[in-house]
């Protein structure tokens, strides 16, 4: 049995469609739904359809009853004019809020001729439904309507997660019949009870751009919506865990935030849930991720780009269903979170959703990476380019929930662990010490936030402070206009002890930094080389002393196997006294190379001390000149010097080399005589 569809209508002035059922055989009837008119058979109708049956009665019984002249003269006035347009449909029904419109009518009508339909995840709601609007119930009719889409429902539908957010779907165009009927209800309860199950392998990206229900396979793969030119496979696990988080995407919010409660009451993992809202949030609010600025809408959605007040409300939605006391396991979980913090200060969400977004962030810190940290000021009271105190309140968050930490393991250990270091806190560190380098060129940064920041992290957050040194310098040269009192205050966030060779001999040689501070680096050099030297005559003293036990015990055993084998066999000596030998003469150009290292190290000692000793009689003619009255030069320069200094420079720097020099000339004069 064929159907066609034609433009045309029984009023020329109408827009309105028509279909047609070509059995041969003339309709007698005309349904109306929406702007279609189906031309139907009777007969088909009322034996499957109750609703229908006792409306095409009705009608029939009206028909039956004595009509008046006037109306007898008009009917066939009508009549007439009509029999040579179209042949005449006895009975005409208006359908009016048919669940699914007409599409759906003309499936439920083709199952009434007896036409197999083809259920799917994507018509089963709106069919069932039609079936209950048109009461096709199994007491009516056998094998009717509502009890195959129930079984389909049952056995096909809620028995996969992929196919039940599919229907889910589908029951928005029929939400308060879905909503009777429970159909939202079982969709829901059945994506709950089977997340638990599903592999969170699979949350992720790349997505296909592909509208829900539809079965065009020639779509192009998109990389956070950009075409690879990759054609989108149908089978394999992958693409079965990318199509479940492609139609949970599809769902309108309203649905979507029902379905999240409904996780949150299953006790469904704090992933699963973080991977969901993850993936709605990317599909509809644009600059989530700085890779993809525009939100992949469905293609065949006519909906157009959410509005500013839509988006807000998906963002504080997404934001109060994240488990913010849980951290992410991920750093990609990170990013998407500063994603979300910067549309909050855009859309200016609430204080609340920030304070929340913030604390999560500080929770997990470690896994950021210094872009995402790089906030950009959008409030027009702040001057700076980037948001320094909401880094500031980040890193608090961190440091609150490290010291709770410590706690908690201090308790279980009953011990004080002061001396661990903990590697989430050495990560921050590292990346504290990168925001600074790069905030430190903003003019508008002002030194009470630069120091401010750069101290609030712990010791031992640091294990060498040529980080900050770095950003230190880079502030001094961005800002050569500040006083002398706040060069002085921003190179005191950084510790000298704890600045590498490499660090210290840069800042010896820095006209950027104040003079106390220059100071401070080459007395702390100096003394990292005097640790050095040390280290290096103990290490030259014990290798001789060594050496010689070994020579002493290899020589008899040398002695005794040249006696014992002939002159030919002389070079041919057994692997183990072969072995001994080469460790001696390896051992012995290791010790030229510690001579050589060790002298080049007091060389440098002595260029530091003539540095030192040249300062010294510089701040000893700038304390004469500021003299007021005749005093010690000597004892006025040594005071002041500890005033500023805070060290003792005659006993500890520029003397520093005699000790050193005698111990070394003893190593030496030690190792001649053996």
Known sequence: MATEIQAAAENPSSKRQAWFCTTGLPSDIVIEVDDMAFHLHKFPLMSKSRKLHNLITEQEEANYTTPTRENQNETAEAEQQEEDEVEEDHFHIVLSDFPGGSEIFEMASKFCYGVKIDLNSSNVAPLRCAGDFLEMTEEYSEENLISKTERFLSHTVLKSIKESIKTLKSCELVMLQAETLCITQRCIASIASKAPSADPALFGWPVSDEASGAQDHSKQMLWNGI??????????????GISWFEDLAQLSLPLFKRLIFSMRDQEVSSEIIESCLMNYAKKYIPGIS?????????????SSMPTETEQKELLETIISNLPLE?????????????????????LNASEACKAALEKKIGSQLEQAKLDDLLIPSYSYLNETLYDVDCAERILSYFLDGLDETNEEVTEANQAEDDGLRSPALMLV?????????????????????????AISLPEQARLFDDGVYRAVDVYLKAHPWISEADREKICGVMDC?????EACTHAAQNDRLPLRAVVQVLFFEQLQLRHAIAGTLMAAESVPADTGRFSAVSR???????????????EEVPGPIAHENGTWRETVRENQM???DMDSMRTRVHQLERECSTMKKVIEKIDKDKAAGPQDPGGRWRGSLIRRFGCKFKT?????HESAVADGRRGRHHHHQQ
């Open 556 to 570: 008899p055993e040398t002695e005794e196997l040249q006696r014992g084998v002939g002159e030919e066999k002389e």
């Open 652 to 656: 500890q720097v520029c003397d520093s």
């Open 227 to 240: 075409e690879t030119g990759g054609r989108k496979k149908s089978g394999g696990r992958g693409s079965k």
């Open 290 to 302: 700085r890779s993809n600025r525009k939100p992949s809408l469905p293609s065949s959605s006519s």
């Open 326 to 346: 849980k951290r992410s396991k991920t750093s990609t979980a990170t990013r998407f979170l500063f994603g979300l913090l910067r549309t909050a200060n855009i």
């Open 429 to 453: 560190g590292k990346l504290i010490d990168g925001y600074l380098a790069e905030i430190a060129s903003d003019a508008n940064l002002k030194p009470e936030k630069f120091y401010n920041l």
């Open 497 to 501: 002890q704890k600045l590498t060779l």
């Open 594 to 596: 510690l001579r050589l």
